[in-house]
T-cell receptor, first 110, second 113 residues
Framework: QKEVEQNSGPLSVPEGAIASLNCTYS??????FFWYRQYSGKSPELIMF????GDKEDGRFTAQLNKASQYVSLLIRDSQPSDSATYLC??????????FGPGTSLSVIP | DTEVTQTPKHLVMGMTNKKSLKCEQH?????MYWYKQKAKKPPELMFV???????INESVPSRFSPECPNSSLLNLHLHALQPEDSALYLC????????????FGPGTRLTVL
């Protein structure tokens, strides 16, 4: 079983719609969860982090964490073409390493 | 300020060359990381320095040699690389602790001929 998994892409949504990105992880002792956005040829950019169960909102982005289900998600409201990128879920595990998921490619269609 | 800088931006080297990648942060972070990223793959952890000491080496070949001269600087020395080592090399830093939010530099695009 892979340590961090993400919904397979590519994911296409129309401009203005909600994009939903999902991530599951295997280590129940994981403490911290991150979402990075990566444009082609660029480095990952941190967009959200979440540590506690529930929702965390920042502008158009909402991260949701459910530790019992070992699930973390990212919702992007009012999606814009500039949101088209690969989204990486990262998890800090109980053995003190940050593990990245394979990424989900998002395409927002004008 | 969450800036991590890396030099050079691009590097082309032959298999017999010796080169170094440099990374710098001035956020007072006490952990620094090297990652390797191939096209369409996630970053792959190579090394972690915590309080200037190597804490994690992910079984990286000895042709990659990390160095942390002080808490702000991280180097990656390269020697006798192979063409399959061509990739984007990313440096990151974090304030060591439970949260450990990592911030990435822009990366060095390495091509080995």
């Amino acid at each position: 079983q892979k340590e961090v998994e993400q919904n397979s892409g590519p994911l296409s949504v129309p401009e203005g719609a909600i994009a939903s990105l999902n991530c599951t992880y295997s280590d129940r002792g994981s403490q911290s969860f991150f979402w990075y956005r990566q444009y082609s040829g660029k480095s990952p950019e941190l967009i959200m982090f979440i540590y506690s169960n529930g929702d965390k909102e920042d502008g158009r982005f909402t991260a949701q964490l459910n530790k019992a289900s070992q699930y973390v998600s990212l919702l992007i409201r009012d999606s814009q073409p500039s949101d088209s990128a690969t989204y990486l879920c990262a998890v800090k595990t109980s053995y003190d390493k940050v593990i990245f998921g394979p990424g989900t490619s998002l395409s927002v269609i004008p | 300020d969450t800036e991590v800088t890396q030099t050079p931006k691009h590097l082309v080297m032959g298999m017999t060359n010796k080169k170094s990648l440099k990374c710098e942060q001035h956020m007072g972070h006490r952990a620094m990381y090297w990652y390797k990223q191939k096209a369409k793959k996630p970053p792959e952890l190579m090394f972690v320095y915590s309080y200037e000491k190597l804490s994690i080496n992910e079984s990286v070949p000895s042709r990659f040699s990390p160095e942390c001269p002080n808490s702000s600087l991280l180097n990656l020395h390269l020697h006798a690389l192979q063409p399959e080592d061509s990739a984007l090399y990313l440096c990151a830093s974090s304030q060591k602790g439970e949260r450990d939010t990592q911030y990435f530099g822009p990366g060095t695009r390495l091509t080995v001929l």
